[in-house]
């Protein structure tokens, strides 16, 4: 028996509705057995993590809280992507946005709020934009592979931000913890009242928006859609594409960096040493299942925080964390099978 | 005389999504024979013999090897049986020697007697007459040579039936003559080869049997000796294609482009173009004569912009133009047609719009509010598309869904809607079936009867013939001669073409 993928050429509505609900079923599926076999109540456990995700609204917005960052460096990403530029550095970006987001703080910190939090905010853009710009250029003058370099900025951006918070910037009150003193209230997000869902929701909508307009409709969008697919079609263009590759990872950088400064001040409140659970990489995955699709990222991440959320709610019904990773993981492994299904018809033929 | 048929294909059929690439096709072949696919681009040629070659797998039919039936699922099983296939694209590892790629793949043990390998090299190549350093790299081997390795690794494997695709488009005319010396031998001793091409004078020189294609229908096949050229043309394309002497009234004006000393690196560094003189009239159209990889690419796209000059000018109306960006130079009237039509000429996997609008989307007319009009850019693409005849279904469709000639037709309808003083054409009719190229070339002397300077890079000498009026001949990076075409003959610049240098090994 052999098995062949035959690339489809309508993808109908049907198709694309049912892919995606038939890939969850079987993870959660797969999820049971497991489950089971392990010696878990698979059904409580799945319950838990839906009510977890769902359940309530406080957890709905937990979920939201989780979905803000993902989104937010989703779109980071997804800016580079379009332009074949593979920017594995939000992570570094979103770091460096906090520290800066953090030190405007530590300056700042008695400034009125109205002054304070777009100050923070530009100044986690540029932040974030400059360590996108270091790859940017090295790629664009010299040919650098901006895979290698965005990556090993992330850990010296890291390391960066262990400085402030293990040395200078450390907290005196917090008992020898690797924090940076708490921000003043000025420069905390405006929440919905009762939950931790911040402003970054609307910040996130509004990166989304923005996005879509300037790539479908503007001239530099459209430049960088062309260069992303060809750069030889780009240079006949007469389109600079130096330029162009310095100026999308400004941009991918600088929303990274938004990403951070949201982090510290809508939700840590402080600078310190884990801001970010990996936002930066999940990122990618959210970009690509999406599809570089801005509105598709903001759903995705829906998802992506669902499944955390979700997960931290049966680690207090005992099961292991490591059982929540391999749900997560079955999640993500049944929804871009179910991709590759969607694109293409697989074909059976027996061999004789 | 009923000989039995090395291959017999029955009532192939292949279907892609949107195509019916193959219906219903008879396709037999004798040993012994030189047999000729002819057809349009698009006709279903490569498809049937990639059928043949294992490559794809028909929707329905039979085919037999020597009389019995086979199934070939893979090329490797395709080989077994004795057919081998040799791309336009060779298949062959650049940093290994022609021994080595011969024995690569080939069955047997992992531990082979690399001696043994080289001797048998030689014999074949003795035998079938192509001369081949056993020892050599691929990677400095010329494309006639490649191609003879290509040969060798498939008579290795014990081919007796080899299907060539298009094999002498990459040739100088000496190594297509070798080429079909070497076919004869094969033939003589009873191989078969099936010789994919769209090329008459080729059918009409070596093949024995003709079986025509056309829209993936065998539309005729017959010994070569009832044939002739018209009725072969008539069968490609079922309409009498004209083989018209265009007009050459020479009118050519003052000068508008001038190149002086122009030198140009290659991307590996070295002198592509060397001291090359040029003067481009209006109203003219000047041929670059040469075989490919002679400096040609690197001359355009150091005239358009798009490859840095290490000495020497560029004037346009007489102002230097040699440090002016490409768009610079298309705003002042200069553009090219670039040899590589997809990829840069044309965007891959965007849409017919986005790539009508890859000129005018930079004008303000076509944006509204600082944002792109697309009402308007696709208005444009309308127009465009009907004004130069090119056949789309949809203009959101992806540009990979047209054809060659369609996407030629749209990339040179685009560029010359920019009024272009000089327009620079490499390989404008590569790879077009006869219709589209016919279009094409009536389109480059409609705008030579409007004044426009042309430049076209030219492979084929009868094209030369047919649209130029001066032919500069290109060689080792070098312009050999500039001549009058009505002053000169085919031969002349074949010869000049080739340099002093002799072809082959």
Known sequence: MRLRLVRRNNDSWLIKVAVPIASILLAIL?????????????????????????????????????????????????????????????????????????GVVMML??????????????????????????????????????????????????????????????????????????????????????????????VAILVAIVLYIVLKYTRWGYEVRVT????????????????????????????????????????????????????????????WLARLNPFAILLVAFLFGALLVGGFGVQTYGIPYAIVLMLQGAVLFFLLAGEIMMKNRVIISRED | MKRMPIIEMVGINKSFPGVRANKNINFRVYPGEIHALLGENGAGKSTLMSILAGLYRPDSGTIKVKGSPVRLRSPRLALQAGIGMIYQHFRLVNNLTVAENVMLGSPGRIRTRGDLIEKRVRELSEKYGMAVNPHARISHLSLGEQQRVEILKMLYRGCDTLIMDEPTTVLTPQEVKDLFNTMRLMADRGKAVVLITHKLNEVMEIADYVTVLRRGEVVGSDHIENLDENALTHMMVARDVIFQELNRATQSGSTVLEIKDLTVPSDRGHAAVRK????????????????????????????????????????????????????????????????????????????????AMLRNYQFPEYRRGGLLNYAKLEAYT???????????????????????????????????????KVLIAAYPVRGLDVAAAQAVNEIMLEERSKGTAILLVLEDLDDIFRLADRVAVMYDGEIKAVLDVSETDIDSIGALMLGAQRVGV
């Open chain 1, 30 to 102: 797969v999820g049971w057995i497991f489950l089971a076999l392990s010696g878990y109540e698979a059904a409580e456990t799945y319950r838990r993590m839906f009510y977890g995700a769902f359940g309530s609204a406080y957890n709905i917005s937990e979920t939201i809280v989780k979905a803000i960052p993902l989104a937010l460096a989703g779109l980071a990403v997804s800016v580079a992507f379009r332009m074949k530029l593979w920017n594995i550095g939000a992570e570094g970006q979103l770091y460096m946005g906090a520290f800066a987001a953090g």
């Open chain 1, 109 to 202: 910190g008695d400034w009125p709020s109205i002054l304070l939090l777009p100050l923070m905010m530009v100044a986690g853009f540029i932040a974030g934009a400059l360590w996108g710009f270091i790859p940017g250029v090295l790629r664009a003058l010299w040919n650098v592979n901006e895979t290698i370099t965005s990556l090993l900025l992330n850990y010296v951006a890291i390391a960066w931000v262990g400085f402030w918070v293990f040395g200078p910037w450390k907290d005196p009150n917090a008992m020898g913890f690797p924090l940076a003193p708490r921000f003043p209230e000025a420069a905390y997000l405006p929440v919905i009242p009762g939950s931790r869902v911040h402003i970054g929701i609307l």
């Open chain 1, 228 to 287: 992303g697919e060809s750069q030889e079609a780009a240079r006949y263009a007469g389109m600079d594409v130096a330029k162009n590759i310095i100026l999308v990872m400004l941009i991918s950088g600088g929303i990274a960096g938004i990403t951070g400064m949201i982090e510290v001040s809508g939700i840590t409140h402080r600078l310190q040493q884990d801001i970010s659970a990996g936002y930066g990489y999940t990122g990618i995955i959210v970009a």
């Open chain 2, 276 to 355: 090359a003189n040029l003067e481009l009239h209006q109203g003219e159209i000047m041929a670059i004569a040469g075989v490919a990889g002679n400096g040609q690419r690197e001359l355009v796209e150091a005239m358009a912009g798009l490859r840095p000059i290490r000495a020497g000018s560029i004037r346009m109306q007489g102002k230097e133009i040699s440090h002016l960006s490409a768009r610079e130079r298309t705003a002042m009237g200069l553009t090219l047609i670039p040899e590589d039509r997809m990829g840069m000429g044309l965007v891959p996997n965007t849409s017919v719009v986005e790539n």
């Open chain 2, 382 to 420: 309308h127009s465009l598309i009907d004004r130069y005849q090119v056949v789309v279904a949809d203009i959101h469709h992806p540009v990979n869904y047209l054809s060659g000639g369609n996407l030629q037709k749209l990339l040179l309808g685009r560029e010359l809607d920019l009024n272009p």
